[in-house]
């Protein structure tokens, strides 16, 4: 599939901002996770993508590839970011493969829509696992190797369900909950030793596997709800690869600890609708 650039990214980005960088990313196969990891490799790094699904993530990669002649993206399939020795593994082979990590992004979730009674507390489990101890496990594989960068940066892929609580998505707002505590804590540990670490929460974005699963399938429901919106429009993955890419960039280095939620400010109106 190719995808055209103006799609992912705006046109006021510089060619080479990334140059000589190596990006590491769960979920990478993702709608949203592989433009950002797009957008990144057009602008100079090059990837290591990480999914369970392993025909899918290759291809991933290799599409993913065709964003910057030369690109060298690798694409794991079978991690499960719920086993740390998968993780371990994957980082040390693209240290090995791509000569180190200097960029990480968390992305890898869970998703379904059910009541609070509606789970099973196993279910309610593996998403907190995907979501939470994916999460860790993630930072926990990549850190020595992110300590040897001279530019160290982690960007988790949370959500805004949390900040006001979310009917049939207890189990996501609670394990988005923790993602964003987490990523406060590695800010504090280990900024002093020049880690930046941010959370990025999409709001509704179109075309994406979160909303495809969200999302009323009536056209007028949908209409209702965009029209809601503060920004007037649902969001696109080029606004989360966008922001990526600032979040990623030297343009960024004072913003750690922080969670950024891009989403047209609709979570202002959550309770609203
Ligand atoms: C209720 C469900 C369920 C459902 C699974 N379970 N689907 N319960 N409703 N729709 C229960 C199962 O019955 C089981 O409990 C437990 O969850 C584990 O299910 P498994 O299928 O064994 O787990 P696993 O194979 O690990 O799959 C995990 C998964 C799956 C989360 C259920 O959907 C998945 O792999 N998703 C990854 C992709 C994904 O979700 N992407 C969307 C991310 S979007 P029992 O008790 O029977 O054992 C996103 C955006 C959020 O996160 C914010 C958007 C704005």
Same mark, same amino acid.
């Given at each position: 599939?190719?995808?055209? =650039? ?43 993508? $990480? ?14 590839? @065709? ?10 399939? =079978? ?7 998968s993780l371990e593994a994957a980082a040390a082979r693209c240290a090995k493969e791509l ?21 099973? &507390? ?6 907190? %696992? ?15 190797? $992110?300590?040897?960068?001279?530019? *160290?940066? $982690?960007?988790?892929?949370?959500? @805004?369900?949390?900040? @006001? ?14 993602? %964003?505590?987490?990523?406060? &804590? ?17 709001? *509704? ?13 009536? *056209? =007028? ?8 919106? *503060? ?15 600032? $979040? ?26």
């Amino acid at each position: 599939m190719s995808v055209p =650039e103006s799609k992912y990214l705006s046109p006021i980005w510089r060619d080479d901002i990334f140059k000589g960088k190596v990006i590491f990313v769960t979920g990478g196969a993702g709608t949203i996770c592989s433009m950002q990891t797009r957008a990144m490799v057009r602008l100079g790094a090059n990837a290591c993508i $990480l999914g369970r699904n392993a025909s899918k993530t290759e291809a991933a990669a290799k599409d993913i590839a @065709t964003a910057r002649p030369g690109a060298k993206v690798i694409g794991i399939g =079978e991690c499960d970011v719920r086993k740390i020795e998968s993780l371990e593994a994957a980082a040390a082979r693209c240290a090995k493969e791509l000569g180190g990590i200097d960029y990480v992004i968390a992305g890898a979730a869970g998703n379904f829509v059910a009541s609070i009674d509606g789970i099973s &507390s196993n279910a309610f489990k593996t998403v907190m %696992d995907i979501d939470v101890l994916g999460t860790y496990n993630t930072i926990k594989a990549t850190l020595p190797h $992110l300590l040897r960068s001279p530019s *160290p940066r $982690l960007l988790a892929v949370s959500a @805004t369900f949390h900040y @006001t609580g979310m009917p049939f998505q207890a189990h996501v707002a609670a394990a988005k909950a923790s993602v %964003d505590s987490l990523i406060a &804590s590695v800010a504090l540990e280990y900024g002093p030793r020049g880690v930046v670490a941010n959370v990025i929460a999409p709001g *509704p974005i179109a075309g994406t596997e979160g909303m495809a699963r969200l999302a009323s399938s009536k *056209p =007028e429901q949908i209409a209702e709800y965009e029209r809601a919106i *503060p920004s007037g429009r649902f969001g696109t993955v080029r606004d989360i690869a966008d922001a990526t890419v600032f $979040l990623l960039s030297d343009a960024s280095s004072y913003i750690n600890g922080q969670v950024i939620p891009v989403d047209g400010a609709s979570w202002r109106r959550q309770g609203a609708y």
